[in-house]
């Protein structure tokens, strides 16, 4: 069915390999291209009966047990490519954030607050991510990126409309390059601050464990800040630990002890476990505080095989 492309195609892959929180199905085909003329040839070939869906580290995702009916496409070691040109940076989709923002400050300039989100930057971008109150639409320039026919074109900061853990991306569009602009900062200071950054996630969220983040977003609208002023009322958080949820279980999987917004696969956790624990979490806290919950962690797939 595709013959010919230099990257690596997989049938039936087992998707759990490549998720943060070690669940998932099988995706029919799973697809690395080695660069962008390999994806334009992969896209043209496939069978228009498969959907697209596009991936980075799998850091904010469910893949649900019966995994995915399509093409899942994961940008690999031909789209890690970084430059700087003044305060411009030009980066591939799957630089992860960490190494993108260690570079910048090398470089002087500020990107910080991606040195503790553990995703790559296709995911950062479609996400809108952030923390300590800078997001990606902050710096954000303009992205290449290819439909599923496999056409190029380039996406303003308006053409994208972020919002709160969000922008509007089409699902079967993949980013593959992205141009931000940042503040310029002094590299050592940069660095400091990133370390501190680094210190503060490990003393207040269980970074050691298997989980997707932020599972729930902040009714509040908005992520930490990092600031003093930053209350927590209207923090998933806070609503999850008035409902009585932290520590909850079901099957394998918890809800952190250390910080009630994390799902955590302690180990033996099924996709179902940890979709039926959030929408467990999801009830109580509509019980507790009539405040419904939104997932931020991303669900996809199918239920059963
Ligand atoms: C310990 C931990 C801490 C976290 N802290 C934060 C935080 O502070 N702030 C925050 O915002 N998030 C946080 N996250 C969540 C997660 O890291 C971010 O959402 C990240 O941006 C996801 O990137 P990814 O590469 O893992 O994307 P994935 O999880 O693989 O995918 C997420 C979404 O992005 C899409 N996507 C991925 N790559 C592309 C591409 N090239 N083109 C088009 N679409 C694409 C996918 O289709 C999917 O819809 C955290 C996660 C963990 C595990």
Request: hydrophobic residues 40%; aromatic residues 8%; glycine residues 10%.
């Amino acid at each position: 069915m595709i013959s010919g492309t230099r990257g690596t195609v997989i049938k039936n892959k087992d998707l759990s390999q490549v998720t943060w929180l070690r669940v998932g199905g099988p995706a029919d085909l799973f697809f690395m291209p080695a660069d962008i003329e390999d994806l334009i040839k992969f896209l043209k070939m496939l069978p228009n009966k498969f959907d697209i869906f596009p991936i980075g580290v799998g850091s904010n995702l469910i893949i649900r047990d019966g995994g995915i009916r399509g093409a899942v496409i994961r940008l690999g070691s031909g789209f890690k490519n970084i430059s700087f040109e003044k305060n411009k940076i030009v980066v591939g989709a799957s630089a992860l954030d960490a190494h993108v923002a260690s570079k910048a400050a090398d470089n002087g300039l500020d990107l910080t607050f991606l040195r503790t989100i553990p995703g790559s930057i296709g995911g950062a971008i479609k996400m809108n991510a952030g923390c300590y109150g800078s997001y990606v639409e902050d710096f954000f320039v303009s992205a290449k990126v290819i439909n599923r026919s496999g056409e190029l074109f380039e996406l303003s900061s308006k053409d994208m409309k972020f919002s709160y853990r969000q922008c509007n991306l089409p699902q079967d569009c993949i980013i593959l390059e992205a141009t931000f602009e940042a503040n310029y900062g002094n590299p050592e200071a940069l660095h400091l601050k990133m370390k501190n950054q680094l210190v503060k996630r490990d003393e207040t969220q269980p970074t050691k464990e298997r989980t997707a983040g932020s599972t729930f977003r902040n009714p509040s609208g908005f992520s930490s800040t990092g600031e003093i002023d930053d209350l927590d009322d209207f923090k998933a958080w806070k609503l999850i630990d008035d409902a009585g949820m932290r520590g909850a279980t079901c099957g394998g999987a918890k809800i952190s002890e250390k910080h009630s917004n994390f799902l955590i696969n302690t180990g033996t956790a099924t996709a179902n476990d940890l979709e039926s624990l959030g929408e467990q979490v999801r009830k109580s806290v509509f019980q507790k505080s009539k405040v419904k919950l939104q997932w931020e962690v991303i669900r996809i797939g199918e239920t059963n095989l």
